[in-house]
Every structure is written in structure tokens, then in C-alpha cells.
């Protein structure tokens, strides 16, 4: 039989065994109550070239796949009713991402995917609930809707069918200034060039060219128009304005050469190959100065340098002079021709360089040159002394047998001598009353006139006749010459003896 302090004993023992165990029950379920706080694992896949590589265990069992077991396509098949806008393959091009929204109820209604060389990431996750957006949420939503139909510049979405989806307001009035066919972009694909220019044209013919930035976001594409109609037009008119340049340098017989503000061949012309002998693949290539004028001398197409040494030099030179405007040359080439070269600045640093053939022109100089000495010599040759006036009474032209006579060169004098110089010197030799009035009139008379001739009776009983006779261009040819055959000799000598009073 149990004594009364046995009893205590028992009972204080069950007391405190019920307090260990209720601390510790409470233990045990704060730690097992700890895991159930933590995040679900997700749905997550690896795929290796279309090949399912691994996923976590909560992803291999939602859509019941095995690794190395199932491809791209059984994965596919599972979600297209979820995401129709999955892609075929699994990834496009060496990388890039894709977030894709479910169409349907589902909780693991948002797919991000991820590639990068041959390996892609599938994670499907929970959309955020729509109940939580805020109201500064829902006004970012109405200031961005705003932005959009405020933009001068049309904006839209094409969707993977080719048809257009939203729009903002700008594309709204293009599609009313250009209709086109209900539900399909403003632009045709096939419209524009290579890049990502395009055009929409009206009933009228009339076309206005927009640049087009395209943004692929999963199956739909964005699509931003910038117009350009005036810098369509603009470089449509500098390149017709280049190309009737170009056919007006092409038919230039100056050789023409450009260079640029660092110097290299920019613009050449056929004539500058004829005069060079440069060839046009050369040309092409886009030469520098330097090279432009060592071809020039490789090609003997211009003098050979006394020195070669300051061959550099010298171009150097002329490279700076031609910048200056200030380079005007006459190169004389081995085989007779002869060239006029002239450099030029143009604008924003660029030179010019201006090739003539100029042979023709120094050949004809030369044989006129030659010309008329030979007909000073056969004039001078002859023993009247004769003397031309122009139309306005001024000497042009004397032979060496009237400064003989006369004592008088016209072609020294600083100023021009003219009808009435000539007859102050004349009188003064002939010492006898003249009519020089006659003179004076038929020198300065226009048209065609009759000869006339004056006898001057000159001191010690000395005769001679003057002649006076139109000749070409209104000019008048004075001729004297002695009454007697080869007594001008006799007369020279005797006005030589005479006094000149004064000089003229």
C-alpha cells in the first residue's frame, strides 16, 4: 500500500513528464511546421538541341516527362493549348528570351524561355493576380495609352497570321489617308528596299517613305514608322544632281581629279585616263596624292624630277600650293605633248586637280610665231618705206625701211603714236606746205575708200610719192617710196643729215 509521500513523489513525477513532453511536442511541431512556410518548387526544363536534358522533380512530374526519354514536340503538345504562340523549335537563333501569358485559367499561366547555343530553359510560373494592381498602376496604364495616340509617329502590332492588331491613333489616320485592305498592315512586306525602308502609296500615285522599326515580342511583331518623304527626296536629288555631273565631267576632255579632305581619289573622269594613262582600276581604288602623282611619273605622264631625292618634296609642295589655289604648272612630256595642270580647293578640305592638253594650242602659237617673223623679214626686205594705221589713226605696224626713213621707231615709244604724230614728225622733214588734212581724213575714215597718193617735196629738190591705200579691218597702209627707182637710199641720207627738232 502506497504511503502518502509516495504518492506526492508519483504525482510531481507525471507532472513534470507531461511538461517535458507538451515542450517538446511543441518543439517538434515548430520545426515541422518550418518547410510548409517555404516557396513551391518550380516548373522548371532543360533541353539540349530539342532533347529534354533535365527539370526539376516538380516540373517532370506536372507534364510527365523523363529526361533523354522525350523531346521539344512532347512538351509542346502539353502546353500549345495553355501558350498557342509556343514556337516550333526550341529557340531561334544563337540566343535570345520569350515570355509568353496563358490563354486559359490555369494557375502556371506564365512561360519564360530562355536559349543560348543548342541549350534552352523552360520555366512556367504563376501570372501575378491582376486583383493586386494599384491605382497608380492603372494610371501609368491611361498616361501610357495617352503617349501612344499622342506620337506623331504611326505604331502598330502585327500579329503571327500577318494581321493587324492594335494600333495607335497616328496609324489610324494613315490607314484613312491610304486605305488598304481591312485587318492588314498599312505596308506591304514587298514594298521598299532591302532595308527597313517602305513605302504606302495612294490612288494619286503619290507615295510617302516611312522607316520602319520592327521589335519581335514572342509570335507578334511591333512595328514603329518613322517618314522620310523628304529625305527620300532630298538624296533622290543629290544623286540625280551626281549623276548629270558625272555625265558632264564624263564628256569633259579636261582631266578632272578630286581628292578628299584625307586625300584619297574621290572623283575621276574618263579624259584624266586618256591624258594619264593611269588605269582605271588604279583610279578606283582610291589612290592618295602621293600615289596619284608617283603613277604620274611611273607613267611618264609628267616631267621627270631632276632630283629624285626631293621628288617627295616637291610634291609635298605641290600638294600644298594646289590646296592654296595657288598651283598653275606647264609640264612639257617626253614625247611633245604638253599639258596645263592646275590645282584648286574645294569645299570641306577636298583638292582638284585640272589636266588640259594644251599641245594643239602651244603647236599653233608656235607656227603663228613663226609666221610672222617670216613676214617681218619679207617685208623689211623691201625698200618702201611702209607704215599701217588702225581705224582709230594709231600706228600698228612699220617696216625697217620707214624707221630708216623717218628716223622714228613707233614701237619704242611708251605711248601710242598716232596719225598726227606722224605727220608733225613728216612735216617737220619735209619743210613744205602739204595737204596733210588728206591724210589725216583718209586714216581715220571707215568703209572702203579709194586710193589715194601725195607727192612731199623734201629739202634740195628731194621727192617723194605717198601712197595711201585701204586695206583689211578699215585699217590704211601709207607707202613712200622715191620718184626714181632707187634713189630712197639718197633720200634717207639726206633727211638724215637734217636736224630733228625735238623728240616724240
Known sequence: MLTLPDLLVI????????????????????????????????????????????GTAAGLKHFGLLPGMHLWDDLRDRLLPQFPDLPETAGRGASGSMTLIGTTADPHSLLEMKWRDGLCWIDVTDQPDSSQTTLTTAADLIAYKRCCDMMPHPAWEERADGSLGWRNRACDDLLTKYPQEPGKPPFDPSSGDAGNRAFIEGANGQREWFDIERHQAGSTIFNHATCITSLVASESAENTFVQTLAKTFAHLS?????????????????????????????????????????????????????????????????????????????????????????????????????????????????????EVEVYEAMINSIDDALVVFSSAGIVTFSNAAYRKLWGHNPETSFADVTIHDAIALWKSKAKTKQDWATLTRFTTTLGPREPKELTLQLPKGVALTCQMSAITSDTSLIRFAASKKGALPDVVQTLQKQSIPGQM
Open 11 to 54: 504525482i510531481g513525477t507525471s507532472i513534470t513528464t507531461a511538461t517535458l513532453a507538451a515542450v517538446l511536442l511543441g518543439r517538434k511541431k515548430a520545426v515541422a511546421s518550418g518547410p510548409l512556410q517555404l516557396a513551391p518548387e518550380p516548373l522548371a526544363l532543360l533541353f539540349d538541341n530539342g532533347v529534354l536534358h533535365h
Open 254 to 370: 579636261i582631266g578632272l581629279a578630286i581628292f578628299d579632305r584625307r586625300g584619297q581619289l574621290g572623283i575621276f573622269n574618263p579624259a584624266l585616263v586618256d591624258l594619264t594613262g593611269l588605269q582605271p582600276r588604279f583610279l578606283a581604288s582610291q589612290p592618295t596624292m602621293q600615289s596619284f602623282f608617283d603613277q604620274l611619273r611611273e607613267n611618264r605622264s609628267m616631267p621627270e624630277p631632276k632630283n629624285y631625292r626631293t621628288w617627295r618634296q616637291e610634291i609635298a609642295q605641290v600638294i600644298a600650293a594646289a590646296s592654296g589655289g595657288q598651283y598653275r604648272e606647264t609640264w612639257t612630256l617626253e614625247d611633245g605633248r604638253t599639258y596645263a595642270v592646275q590645282g584648286r580647293p574645294h569645299p570641306d578640305g577636298a583638292t582638284a586637280f585640272m589636266i588640259k592638253d594644251i599641245s594643239p594650242e602651244i603647236t599653233l602659237t608656235r607656227n603663228f610665231r613663226i
